[in-house]
């Protein structure tokens, strides 16, 4: 059976004669099947059971690919899931199910391995590009003697073989292929390589191109949308120029990325919407369910906007100022004399505060929050249909944030509400809920709560550029108060990243810097208890759990002590 493994044993079939029955009989010496085989394609792939090859007679070629394609049907699962992969992503996965079937074939019939190995012919001189790192990776992983110099290679070879003798693959189920293929698509994002999905093909060309891997209606995963200002066509990470244009202005971020501690420029794309048309010129209905919360956030909302002390010094005064105080502490200890200015000086503020309520829109906001409490109060108009204890997420991010915007109108305050959710470091959508000067001069929660509630959540959470977005777009210092109020889990996570807590130190410095642009930043975590993420991205005191609407007014108060 060994000697049989390889094409050698065979003889080449004349030239006028087909070569489909020699490589069926090889095919079912080799594992007892015979699938059916075509000579009808440019390229290898695999459907309905059937192998396709190229027409061109090349004996050597037909016989790597009809036997690395047997090895799929005999080795691989039917079906992989698509939903969530960015095409680098996919494509890294895809080449890990080659190298992991050519792998277990080997093992069983090591003869496949004098027929593999010699058509992988990618070296170091292929170049440090996108698709020749993928060719590389497939020599490493199929040839234990091939050294390549380059550290995303090396780690590919480490994430898929438990020992240096690369005879046992650590990957052997579909999720942990799948995990595998993330973190190396990762690292290519942060390295910026651009990776031409549509003209990709596998390496070497025996390998097939994948297409019974994923059913016709996965293929529809998220794309990289262009780029919100013109950019080199060489430029590395450039868009697909067939990719749509966005619907709303463009901004680009940047990133935080704690492993090299620096800030990525312009590395996240945050695409923001218009606001949706007025339904009306009359309440609608549901509003009413806010009715009797917003009086009781008054008072509350009184105090965390209040205007800050300015930091200016005076000789008299009620308020020392501690910064003053300090210096003039440690000039009497130094034997000198100090400035008496200690006190805070007073001046009025007439600048109006400005907030912003973001809301979570990704799909974790879905999940159902389990509210009931025995022998709580509850406020008319805030049940439920079906059940007090039954409200998801996005419908207790709704009724805060509906509510806060109709206290935060009855206080005269500039208010904001936008919901966002994110596809990648490229489509970062916040949709504009309600803006000062909306159009008709409708109230915030003209029709607010129903436009909130009718969000359907979907994509993940990228806070930190949702932050930064919301703290450029309040603008330059004016003596007023700045708020972003976060209505959330808490739990940042989205598709192109995998390093655990990236994104939570990304949004914990922008939380940080904000506050040194005068910009408080704090959380409303929907969470029955505690909220650690939410806890670490904005500190203990600037996160308050909020299982039920009921909950507001005290979330507040707690922010201001």
Known sequence: ????????????????????????????????????????????????????????????????????????????????????????????????????????????????????????????????????????????????????????????????????????????TPAELRTAAMRLGHDIGQARLPFNARGYQPAPAYRDDHRWMWAADQLATVQPPSEARPRPADAPGGPDPAEPAPRGTATLHPEWDQLIRRLRPDWVRVVEEAEPPAPGHQPLAGDGAVQPLDRQLLAPLKQLLRPQTPRGRAAEGEVFHFDALLGWSIARRCAQDGDLRVYRARQPVSARARVWLLIDSSASAAAMLSTGRAGRPRLPGMDEPGGADARSLMQTAARCAAAAALALQALGVACTVAAFRSHGRHAVQLRLMHGPGSAGGHGPTQGLLQRLTALQPAGSTRLGAALRHAALRLGPRNGGARWVLLVSDGQAHDVDVHEPGYLIDDARHAVITARRHGVRMACLALASGAAPEAERIFGRGSTQAVSDPADLPRALRRLVL
């Open 1 to 172: 059976m060994h000697t049989l493994a390889h094409p050698s044993a065979l003889a080449a079939p004349p030239p006028q004669a087909a070569p489909q029955q020699p490589l069926a009989q090889w095919l079912r010496l080799l594992w007892d099947a015979a699938p059916p085989l075509h000579l009808d394609s440019e390229t290898p792939f695999i459907a309905d059971g059937g192998i396709h090859l190229p027409a061109r007679p090349q004996w050597q070629q037909h016989c790597a690919a009809a036997a690395h394609a047997a090895a799929h049907l005999v080795y691989s699962p039917r079906r992989f899931v698509a939903e969530g992969l960015v095409p680098t992503a996919r494509a890294l996965l895809a080449l890990l199910e080659d190298a992991r079937v050519e792998a277990l074939a080997m093992r069983e019939l090591p003869g496949l391995a004098r027929l593999w190995r010699p058509l992988h012919t990618a070296t170091p001189d292929n170049g440090p590009g996108c698709e020749a790192l993928f060719a590389r990776l497939a020599r490493a992983l199929a040839d234990p003697a091939y050294e390549d110099p380059h550290p995303w290679v090396a780690k590919g070879r480490r994430l898929f073989y438990l020992d240096e003798a690369m005879g046992l693959p650590a990957l052997r």
